[in-house]
């Protein structure tokens, strides 16, 4: 495992509120730890609190004005320049991220590139953002239907994509003609700040965009705010629920994007060798910390031995270690809290009666890896439907492998979640795997791939317990941050009304 970066003058960054980099009101700072070696500080961020979000509300709403009366096609071409900011910076952010986040170089890189395709594909909506036209039930009388922005917007987004879901969140609301404030993830500030350094280079006006960094108290006045008329939500399923109940009595917009508990289905016809190999990836890709990670493995009775064994045996060779290693498949956790919990998790799988601990279950604490939050890749086999490893979200890299004896019970057991985020089914059988898709009761779906892997121009979110109805990403993003505006003209030059009138014909 190589060294951490060398640790020289520890830099401070500040919050960005109505265009200026300035320090919380609290003037205190917390420390941003390298999960892969926690000497390593990655720098100091503020640790914010309501006032500084009193301020940022302020500068969004000064700005309101000027920006949503912009061009959106002028909204856009700023949008451009800043993809081609993020673009023309990606090394620079990857390395950043993954010091701070431990994601590996290669994930990293894909987390800034999925920023840099969303605010491409993004920005080209400033020359869409379609409405419609239809016919009015008067004669002389026009309708037609457009989008307008809802006002300001507050994003709280998690660790664990550092600047793909900031940007997933930013370009659509800044496309739609809203301003924001960001809270960002309080083990990832970095990556937002990146994000929102390009937003002021790329020329975007004062006060349009704002960050805030710290803990949970900014986080709360966000939500709290009377200005604020939006929510925009990613993390877990617990804040969520809260976040949603004072916004439901605030009568805020809210778009909740939260747990998953995803299933590959593997069948008897199944390529078993690329089956492996998509779970391997899915299961252990992102240290296991993506909402979409393959968390449940449910197999053909078939197959189960041959699979069970070419999963495990690859597990042990996944190399675990700093992700600024090119060497290493799976980085550290994210943070102490992380390993506790995981910890804790494969504490409950092994004393789950029938559940067989097939590899890994340990944290890894010798030597180098003492200095960070690794833990080996585990894997539970033999396990039920109803184990809580099967039912709760882990969010680390452990994996349960559960047998089924055909595919009416591996949909069952598939859908037999509180979550329905992502999917997946291995098989050869074209009827097989149509039909899959239409049963399995997921948001995304995937078919001879992993549950994890979405792409920025389809719609990405969940069912049941993964969100609030709202998906992210594709077009359907406006619909969280726009709201319709039906436009009636009537040019007849006297009274019509709707519904009362006879109309001549
Ligand atoms: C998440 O884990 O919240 O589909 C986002 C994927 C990534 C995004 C994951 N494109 O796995």
């Given amino acids: 495992m190589s060294q951490a970066i060398e640790t020289t003058e520890t830099k401070t960054y500040n919050n960005f509120i109505g265009g200026e980099w300035i320090a919380s009101a609290s003037g205190e700072y917390f420390e941003n730890v390298n999960p892969a070696d926690k000497t390593d500080i990655v720098g100091r961020f503020p640790k914010s609190t309501a006032e500084d979000v009193d301020n940022a509300v302020a500068a969004a709403k000064e700005s309101a004005k000027r920006w949503r009366l912009t061009p959106a096609p002028k909204r856009a071409e700023i949008l451009f320049?800043?993809?081609?900011?993020?673009?023309?910076?990606?090394?620079?952010?990857?390395?950043?991220?993954?010091?701070?986040?431990?994601?590996?170089?290669?994930?990293?890189?894909?987390?800034?590139?999925?920023?840099?395709?969303c605010t491409y594909y993004t920005a080209g909506e400033g020359r869409r953002l379609h409405g419609?036209?239809?016919?009015?039930?008067?004669?002389?009388?026009y309708a037609m239907c457009e989008r307008q922005p809802v006002g300001i917007c507050g994003l709280i987004t998690?660790?664990?994509?550092?600047?793909?879901?900031?940007?997933?969140?930013l370009i659509p609301a800044l496309v739609c003609g809203n301003t924001v404030v960001i809270k960002s993830g309080e083990d990832v500030p970095l990556s937002t700040i990146n994000l929102?350094?390009?937003?002021?280079?790329?020329?975007?006006?004062?006060?349009?965009?704002n960050v805030v960094n710290g803990f949970s108290e900014p986080g709360a006045a966000l939500v709290n705010h009377d200005d604020v008329r939006l929510i925009s939500f990613t993390g877990s399923t617990d804040t969520g629920r809260i976040i949603a109940e004072k916004c439901a009595r605030d009568n805020k917009i809210v778009s909740l994007e939260m747990g998953g508990k995803n299933a590959i289905i593997v069948m008897d016809d199944a390529d078993i060798d690329n089956a492996v190999e998509g779970s391997l990836w899915g299961a252990f890709g992102t240290s296991g910390q993506r909402c979409t990670a393959s968390s449940r493995l449910i197999v053909h009775k078939d197959v189960y031995a041959e699979f069970t064994e070419k999963l495990v045996e690859q597990a042990k060779g996944l190399k675990v270690g700093n992700g600024l290693d090119d060497s290493t498949d799976v980085g550290p956790v994210i943070n102490q809290q992380a390993v506790d919990k995981i910890m804790g998790y494969i504490e409950i799988?092994?004393?789950?009666?029938?559940?067989?601990?097939?590899?890994?279950?340990?944290?890894?604490?010798?030597?180098?890896?003492?200095?960070?939050?690794?833990?080996?890749?585990?894997?539970?086999t033999d396990a039920a439907r109803d184990m809580r490893v099967s039912q709760e979200e882990i969010f680390g890299p452990v994996t349960t492998v559960l047998p089924v004896n055909d595919l009416e019970e591996a949909i069952d057991v598939a859908n037999d979640v509180k979550y329905g985020l992502s999917s997946a089914i291995y098989t050869q059988d074209v009827n097989e795997a149509f039909h899959a898709t239409q049963e399995l009761y997921t948001g995304i779906c995937y078919v001879n791939a992993a549950t994890i892997g979405a792409e920025v121009h389809l719609p990405f979110g969940g069912t049941k317990g993964t969100g609030n109805g709202h998906r992210e990403a594709g077009t359907q993003v406006l619909d969280i941050f726009s709201e319709w505006k039906a436009i009636y003209v009537d040019y007849s030059g006297k009274l019509q009304k709707a519904q009362i009138d006879e109309v001549e014909i």
């Fill in 81 to 117: 320049s800043l993809g081609e900011i993020l673009r023309d910076n990606k090394e620079v952010y990857t390395r950043e991220m993954t010091r701070e986040m431990g994601k590996v170089l290669s994930e990293a890189g894909g987390d800034v590139q999925e920023a840099i395709d």
């Fill in 132 to 141: 419609f036209t239809t016919k009015a039930e008067m004669p002389n009388k």
């Fill in 158 to 169: 998690p660790f664990n994509f550092p600047m793909a879901i900031p940007s997933w969140k």
């Fill in 196 to 209: 929102v350094k390009a937003c002021e280079e790329a020329g975007i006006p004062k006060g349009v965009v």
């Fill in 349 to 380: 799988g092994k004393n789950e009666d029938g559940a067989t601990l097939a590899c890994g279950g340990n944290r890894l604490e010798d030597g180098d890896y003492g200095k960070g939050f690794f833990i080996e890749p585990t894997i539970f």
